[in-house]
């Protein structure tokens, strides 16, 4: 289906993206009956609504979320399953995350809300040092895979250092817990389902430039789309397109405009980072020979290094060019300068053109 008007207007040279795009989910993944017109953060509140109903072990809970939180996601949820099951906390995010933790670990499913990305740090040891780990020093005795994280992430126009930054990479270090980003308003309900509902505590970043702006046919039923696979939204044959989130829609542009060059770009959304598909990438980089990589976190350090290296040891005979990488800066999150950090459209296809010329 249509994903439109996925980036209305991202300010600055080459940044902007022509209105109403489609950017389009596998109809094979979700089956489309009664299907409703919704944006991203409705979709986000769909799924909290359906985890609630379907499971009275489920609670939510994070600043502000019982009025419905900064971004509506929680609109509603007090008002039908009562302030036992979805409340406010202090603004204390090692305090929500080990709240989660400890409800996990007696058997619910603990859904914790982090206001903005960019205030999970103080929440990181909580993840990193008990969640990640709390089965396996136990010996399997003991778990909180009940636990799903929602955090708010990337750019948004006018965010600044505290409200902009993608730091999914700090997390995909860290085994024992998921990562998981969707694009779309159909696929954030369908992934949010299965993250709630898997076995294994989950980190899930919602790309808050689309919670208005992302708008397409979601199925109004219960559905859940498969965690660590890979979907090829765009069919190619000269380089491989591999990103995430709310930068799928600029690299979508991008194919777009490689194609009037005669250029064929095959495009992946990743979906789940932690653990993620090297198969369906492997598989299409050993048919187009290049692949390129973007995302809006910096550039070193970032994601995107571990899938290069990881093309490179699995596919380094069938490379046609070195991986490319279109990525944020390295420096902290501009606001006035932000149409210079992004990686854009433009900058997209420039990468393009240069690997397959290369």
């Not at 489309?32 to 359906?50: E, P, V």
């Not at 089965?135 to 505290?162: E, K, M």
């Not at 600029?250 to 990743?270: H, N, P, Y």
């Not at 369906?280 to 550039?299: C, D, M, Q």
Request: net charge neutral; proline share 6%.
């Amino acid at each position: 289906m249509a994903l439109r008007n996925i980036i209305g207007k991202r300010i600055g040279n080459g940044i902007g993206l022509v209105g109403r795009r489609s950017l389009s989910t596998a109809t094979s993944d979700v089956e489309n009956r009664n299907a409703k017109s919704m944006n991203l953060y409705s979709a986000i509140n769909q799924a909290l609504h359906l985890a609630l109903e379907t499971d009275p072990r489920a609670f939510v809970f994070g600043e502000d979320v019982s009025f419905g939180g900064v971004f509506r996601c929680t609109t509603g949820l007090a008002d039908r399953f009562g302030k036992a099951r979805v409340f406010n906390t202090p603004l204390c995010e090692q305090g929500i995350v080990g709240f989660g933790i400890g409800l996990a670990a007696m058997g619910n499913r603990a859904i914790a809300e982090i206001q903005f990305a960019d205030y999970i740090y103080p929440a990181f040891d909580q993840i990193v040092n008990e969640a990640a780990k709390f089965r396996y020093r136990s010996g399997n005795q003991f778990n909180c895979g009940g636990l799903t994280i929602r955090a708010p992430y990337g750019a948004v126009g006018h965010g600044g250092h505290y409200h902009s930054q993608s730091p999914e990479a700090f997390f995909c270090h860290v085994p024992g817990i998921k990562v998981v980003i969707p694009r779309s308003p159909r696929q954030a309900k369908g992934l949010l389902l299965s993250c709630i509902r898997d076995p294994n505590p989950v980190v899930f970043f919602e790309p808050k430039w689309l919670y208005r702006l992302a708008v397409e046919e979601v199925p109004e039923h219960d559905y859940m789309l498969p965690l660590s696979k890979a979907e090829v939204i765009r069919q190619g044959s000269d380089i491989t397109l591999v990103g995430w989130g709310a930068q799928l829609s600029i690299m979508e542009q991008a194919c777009i405009e490689a194609e009037k060059d005669g250029i064929s770009c095959e495009l992946i959304d990743l979906k789940t980072l932690i653990p993620w598909d090297k198969e369906t990438v492997e598989a299409s980089v050993r048919k187009t020979g290049r692949v390129l990589i973007s995302h809006e976190a910096p550039v070193t350090g970032g994601f995107g290094a571990e899938i290069s290296a990881s093309i490179v040891e699995r596919c380094f005979l069938r490379l046609e060019a070195p991986v490319a990488r279109v990525c944020g800066l390295d420096t902290p999150f501009p606001l006035v300068f932000e149409p210079f950090y992004m990686p854009s459209k433009n900058k997209v296809l420039d990468a393009i053109k240069a690997t397959v010329n290369y």
